[in-house]
């Protein structure tokens, strides 16, 4: 791998300084034999570094591109509505038996004024439950349709120029130090968003679930957590897209600072960069909740097999 990395950064240097003597190097076909094998390495490694460049900067483009169309738009939960009734199926039948629980509990409570109430108390949160799940598939399609809305107020389609790589580099190496930093973000913000997108489905699913969860007073923490892991990765690019609404006003205006091309340079590599941290930082915080909010489950599962354990 050293070796690799040696000889591609011999080829660089080398091709910086060829390509900062493009004048005295003649790559053209003429008809002086000697001169044309004379200048044949340094026309090699040009060509080499020609087609680098032009390579990076084309894969760049187009990872802006997908971006931002991931960034506008989302799955239609209308493609998943069959597996979305099974699941609704089986929820259906679950509310039924804690239903038929519940007027249990109310015969047996019945006498008891503190039973009384907590029953009235659980058949508000089932009648709640009922109607939320009524409607899940609408509300969630609302929340995709009101994220898409709000990432179209924020950016749009011709903001994509502004993190455009403008291939006019003089050296190997200010191509390189550029290029590579560029892609990296480019790619971890084109994953992530990517990753949301394929998410929705799944999310889609869980939607219910999660409403089921909420209106159960032993797993209401559970339900919230997932209900709020569903807004932080539906909204999610909107959020993407009010960053770009604020990098857009940055490089739009007349900041002195940013005039030098270099400058302007590392600030668009950051800017998009910022995007798939943003995204990291939200898919953290989700599975940080989820690990938050399974913890007294996994210390009353461990007490439980330690328990057995030592019994025997």
Excluded at 208 to 231: C, D, E, M, N, V
Excluded at 288 to 310: D, E, F, Y
């Amino acid at each position: 791998m050293k070796r690799y990395l040696l000889v591609l950064g011999l080829l660089a240097i080398l091709s910086g300084i060829v390509h900062a003597d493009a004048n005295s190097t003649n790559c053209q076909g003429n008809n002086d034999l000697l001169n044309t094998l004379t200048n044949l390495p340094g026309c090699i490694v040009e060509s080499f570094f020609s087609y680098t460049v032009s390579g990076l900067v084309s894969s760049s483009q187009g990872l802006v591109d997908s971006a931002f169309k991931f960034i506008f738009s989302s799955p239609d939960p209308l493609w998943f509505c069959t597996q979305y009734n099974g699941l609704m199926a089986v929820l259906e039948s679950l509310y039924s038996i804690v239903l038929m629980c519940l007027a249990m509990f109310f015969i047996l409570r019945s006498n008891d004024a503190e039973g009384r109430a907590i029953a009235k108390r659980w058949l508000e949160n089932m009648i709640a439950m009922i109607v939320l799940l009524s409607f899940s598939f609408q509300i969630f399609q609302m929340a995709l349709d009101f994220n898409t809305y709000l990432a179209t107020s924020f950016a749009n389609e011709s903001m994509k120029n502004l993190f455009g790589i403008q291939p006019d580099f003089t050296s190997a190496i200010f191509a390189l130090v550029i290029l590579i930093p560029a892609i990296s973000a480019m790619t971890m913000t084109f994953i992530t968003l990517l990753v949301r997108y394929l998410l929705i489905p799944f999310l889609l699913f869980l939607f219910p679930i999660a409403i089921f969860l909420y209106f159960i007073p032993i797993t209401q923490s559970w339900g919230r957590t997932f209900i709020k892991i569903i807004a932080t990765i539906v909204f999610m690019s909107a959020i993407d897209a009010l960053v770009i609404l604020g990098l857009s006003s940055l490089f739009t205006s007349a900041d002195p600072n940013l005039a030098d091309s270099l400058v302007k340079a590392f600030a668009v590599i950051f800017g998009f960069g910022a995007l798939g941290i943003i995204n990291l930082a939200l898919f953290a915080m989700s599975i940080l909740s989820i690990i938050t909010q399974s913890k007294p489950v996994m210390g009353a599962v461990g007490l439980t097999v330690a328990g057995r354990v030592l019994r025997r």
